[in-house]
């Protein structure tokens, strides 16, 4: 689905302001040297935006913060969730300590959880 103008113009300027563990996992991400996949970062969707998106593996990556344990935040990552599976995404969630503390792991998981780690 085609995202929505101020969709649009909102990821164009969160892509200027990633938090200090998205800055973390995009250096891993970018320039397709994670498994030689392409992503991107703060992709927007319909109504939303993902923090990373690779197109080929229909695979989304939300890294989530302390934010992210409120009601109101929780609600609204389930309706994201469940959008952007609509749409034939698969959607991992990361925690920012995880990056910090494990990004290997986190690297692992990505691969692990991929659409395609489970065709081949």
């Not at 998205?22 to 320039?31: A, D, P, Q, V």
């Not at 389930?78 to 995404?89: D, I």
Request: net charge positive; with cysteine; hydrophobic share 40%.
């Amino acid at each position: 689905m085609k995202a929505e103008s101020i969709t649009r113009q909102r990821a164009k300027n969160l892509r200027r302001k990633l938090t200090s563990a998205e800055t973390i996992l995009w250096s891993r991400l970018k320039g397709r040297q994670f498994m030689g996949w392409h992503f991107r970062k703060q992709h927007p969707s319909g109504k939303f935006i993902a923090d990373f998106a690779c197109v080929r593996q229909r695979l989304v990556i939300e890294v989530d913060g302390a934010t992210h344990s409120e009601e109101a935040e929780i609600t609204y990552d389930r309706r994201r969730t469940a959008f952007m599976a609509s749409e034939g995404w698969f959607v991992y969630r990361i925690w920012n300590n995880d990056i910090y503390d494990n990004l290997g792991g986190v690297l692992e998981g990505i691969a692990a959880h991929s659409p395609s780690s489970t065709m081949d």
